[in-house]
């Protein structure tokens, strides 16, 4: 439930890897450890130093977000408690669900942030606004609702 989610919902996944001396290979496949289906994937690249990117939080939407080269920080906040997570290798994949603010910043020079998202991109589905997201969250938290996100039981199952 999206009211009731918390940074501490957000796991970092170890993704699967081939390891040859040509060069390693991981992948992301939907039903196997991608626990959700990918309509959409996009990549931040050539982010200025000191830049901060993210800053929203969703409805709706799921993410996986991988280090593909570089590294940065991501900084999740549920409205009551905060985390930061520090991703540096591309075998790591942080899972972001509905109901949780996001900043990504201290981007190493060449970096790329690689996300797999649940949804096509909707601009209805973001909040924009800290205020206005701790205000969405605590009335979700209040109700209980659903609004759209997985159990996080089922979440944690699903990824491993």
Known sequence: ????TTVYDCPLLELPRVENRAGNLTVLQPGWNC?????RVYYLYDVPGGS?????AHKN????IVAAGGSFEVLLDDGRNRRSVFLNRPYYALALYPGIWRELHNFSS???CLVLASER????DYIRDYKAFAS???????EGSSDGATEVANRSSATG
């Open 52 to 56: 901060t990117r993210g800053g929203h």
């Open 110 to 112: 060449g970096s790329v």
């Open 61 to 64: 939407l799921r993410q996986l």
């Open 121 to 124: 991109y909707e601009e209805v």
């Open 35 to 39: 626990p959700f289906d990918v309509p």
């Open 1 to 4: 439930m999206a009211g009731d």
């Open 136 to 142: 969405w969250k605590a009335l979700h938290r209040a």
